[in-house]
């Protein structure tokens, strides 16, 4: 399976972006998906995830209610809607597909993801 993230760029502080990732392969509407980021000197962290069916979300604090994950199983893709974005928020953006099948509580951690996208630049400028 290959995982293709899209939709980055610069955008204005209260700016809205849309990131996509597009699966190839594998069984992607069995497994659930989540967004990592990583900013200049950071570490990886985690933004949000979905459960396979879409039924159950998750989110950092610091995007909560600004951002919002979803999914088009048919479409074998996986969403990122980003409102209201801050500086902060600047860093690589990273898909990835959970090790497990049918996980309806995906989880926060990076090592339950074993698939990776190649990330997409997102920039805000202040």
């Known amino acids: 399976v290959q995982l293709q993230a899209s939709g980055g760029g610069l955008v204005q502080a209260g700016g809205s972006l849309r990131l996509s990732c597009a699966a190839s392969?594998?069984?992607?509407?069995?497994?659930?998906m989540g967004w990592f980021r990583q900013a200049p000197g950071k570490e990886r962290e985690f933004v949000a995830a979905?459960?396979?069916?879409?039924?159950?979300?998750y989110y950092a604090d610091s995007v909560k209610d600004r951002f919002t994950i979803s999914r088009d199983n048919a479409k074998n893709t996986v969403y990122l809607q980003m409102n209201s974005l801050k500086p902060d928020d600047t860093a690589v953006y990273y898909c990835?597909?959970?090790?497990?099948?049918?996980?309806?509580?995906?989880?926060?951690?990076?090592?339950?993801?074993?698939?990776w996208g190649q990330g997409t630049q997102v920039t805000v400028s202040s």
């Open positions: 979905i459960s396979w069916s879409g039924g159950n979300t």
């Open positions: 990835g597909q959970d090790s497990s099948i049918y996980n309806y509580y995906p989880s926060r951690l990076m090592s339950r993801y074993d698939v």
């Open positions: 392969g594998g069984t992607f509407s069995s497994r659930a």
